[in-house]
């Protein structure tokens, strides 16, 4: 099994983002490695595994120590794979130079028997190895996993070889090994640029979080949900989204029991008498399930309608 952790990574955030009217990446997107290989393998015993990423930068390093699931790459280490880590900035060739020595030599140590009976599985793999590939065919079976905007590049492959290759597509089964993380304890924003609103004294339960999530996404915005330290408020920022069309949306009843804006919640916070209206102090919170459907978001057309043809800019 060889796995391209860089192409797993950034062709995963485009996906993930698909459904967002304001991003063409999604940053929110983690991968769950090992529902990743249990869906690749399909009950496959695997003989050998690879995995192929990038050094991780200190930021990132500091942050997926607090990731669950564990990080990619403890996962691949805890699930017996070899891993070669890459520098950024030649990370693609070199990937490539590593990936196709591997194959090719994994292959030349294989007898006749084990060929009979094995089964190349290969996830987000560059075009540029097709000749790779091409050679593994003439004495394996190939199942290769890629994204649907590269996927194309091998299915020629795929009619040549018949049921010697098949192409499988991540993008249709983006929610079996992968998930949104809308919690950020770690953002910090500006209150000169304030695209978020604040839900005030709300009850201390995850489940309350991923509630207030799943209402949010239906919205096909990019945003976060951030704790205020140790006050019992959220802040949900929308980076991608203006603060005048953020306005719009609250105005409209698009967010669930009236938030306040950020920056009233930054002036009250800072004793400021600059406010040109009195901050609403007062929301409590219900079941976010009470909410009937004509309450409900009503997709993009409508949304794209409020923010306007460009909301990200």
């Not at 997107?29 to 393998?41: G, S």
């Not at 993008?171 to 090994?177: I, M, T, V």
């Amino acid at each position: 099994m060889f796995i391209n952790g860089s192409n797993l990574w950034r062709g995963g955030k485009k996906a993930s983002a698909k459904t967002l009217v304001d991003a063409d990446i999604d940053p929110r997107y983690r991968i769950d490695f090992e529902k990743l290989v249990a869906l690749t393998t399909k009950g496959h015993n695997r003989l050998g595994a690879y995995f192929y990423g990038l050094e991780l930068l200190p930021r990132a390093r500091k942050r997926l120590r607090r990731s669950r699931p564990p990080p990619v790459l403890t996962a691949a280490e805890k699930n017996g794979f070899k891993i070669q880590l890459f520098e950024h900035s030649k990370a693609s060739h070199d990937i490539n130079v590593a990936m196709a020595t591997d194959i090719r030599n994994t292959i030349h140590g294989l007898n006749a028997p084990e060929k009979e009976n094995i089964v190349f599985i290969v996830v987000t793999i560059n075009s540029d190895l097709c000749q790779q590939i091409a050679t593994a065919l003439s004495n394996i079976p190939v199942e290769l996993w890629s994204w649907e905007s590269t996927a194309h590049e091998f299915r020629q492959l795929a009619l040549l070889a018949s049921n010697r290759f098949t192409v499988n597509t991540l993008d249709s089964h983006l929610d079996a090994f992968s998930y949104t993380e809308y919690i950020h304890n770690d953002r910090s924003i500006d209150p000169t640029h304030s695209n978020a609103i604040v839900y005030r004294n709300v009850p201390e339960s995850e489940y309350f979080e991923s509630e207030l999530a799943k209402y949010l996404q239906q919205l096909n915005l990019l945003f976060y949900i951030i704790p205020a330290g140790s006050q019992k408020d959220l802040i949900v920022e929308f980076p991608k989204t203006k603060f005048d069309a953020l306005q719009k949306l609250r105005t409209l009843g698009k967010f669930p029991y009236q938030p306040c804006s950020y920056l009233e919640y930054y002036r009250y916070q800072h004793n400021s008498k600059q406010s040109s209206e009195p901050i609403q102090l007062t929301n409590r919170f219900e079941a976010l399930g009470e909410f009937t459907e004509g309450d409900e978001p009503k997709g993009k057309g409508e949304l794209q309608t409020v923010l306007g043809s460009n909301p990200g800019n």
